[in-house]
C-alpha cells in the first residue's frame, strides 16, 4: 500500500522531467549572438562571418554565477 502511495506521489514529477529536443541540424544556420570574450571584447557572428572557428561553451565550474 505504501509502495503505491508512493508511486502515484512521485510519478507525476518523473514524467515532466524530460528535456527538450536540442539537437542541431547539419546544415543549419548557427544563431546570431554578441558575447564577450575572455579578453573583455564584444565578439558577434557577423565578425567571424567567412572564417573557420570553433565555438566551445564552458560554465563556470563549481562557482556561483
Do not use: R, Y
Not at 30 to 53: I, R, T, Y
Request: glycine share 10%; aromatic share 14%.
Amino acid at each position: 500500500m505504501k509502495i503505491q502511495m508512493l508511486v502515484s506521489l512521485f510519478c507525476p514529477f518523473f514524467v515532466g522531467c524530460g528535456t527538450p529536443d536540442l539537437s542541431v541540424e547539419v546544415g543549419s544556420p548557427f544563431p546570431e549572438f554578441n558575447l564577450k570574450s575572455h579578453k573583455g571584447d564584444f565578439v558577434s557572428n557577423a565578425d567571424l562571418l567567412g572564417s573557420k572557428c570553433l565555438v566551445w561553451f564552458f560554465p563556470k565550474a563549481s562557482t556561483p554565477g
